[in-house]
């Protein structure tokens, strides 16, 4: 069983940045890839990044390639989301998401274990 927490969020104006984190418990933390995931109002969840079990790999959406980081450490049991240059439509609520198929492909349908999420919020 693995529990994570977000935290982070908040309020930003337009080419703002903001650094998420989440928290994992446990000490298999290693053994998971990592995911952030967002959901705006009215709109699906969809794919943010992802990151390999031990960081080597990383993978991006398209709509936040070039402005996101994911990054993670896995003494601290932590995986970061580094946001720069942020705009109103990167308004959502930020999962993070934990995966024990460990490599950043694998789909959002099989991620095993999810947060609770934070709110980011991007004024125009």
């Known amino acids: 069983q693995v529990q994570l927490v977000e935290s982070g969020g908040g309020l930003v104006q337009a080419g703002g940045s903001l650094r998420l984190s989440c928290a994992a418990s446990?000490?298999?933390?290693?053994?998971?890839?990592m995911g952030w995931f967002r959901q705006a109002p009215g709109k699906e969840r969809e794919f943010a990044a992802a990151i390999s079990r031990s960081g080597g790999s990383t993978r991006y959406a398209e709509s936040v390639k070039g402005r996101f980081t994911i990054s993670r450490d896995n003494a601290k049991n932590t995986v970061y989301l580094q946001m720069n240059s942020l705009k109103p439509e990167d308004t959502a609520v930020y999962y993070c998401a934990a995966a024990a198929a460990g490599w950043t492909s694998v789909p959002m349908g099989e991620y095993d274990y999810w947060g609770q999420g934070t709110q980011v919020t991007v004024s125009s």
């Open positions: 446990g000490r298999t933390f290693s053994t998971y890839a």
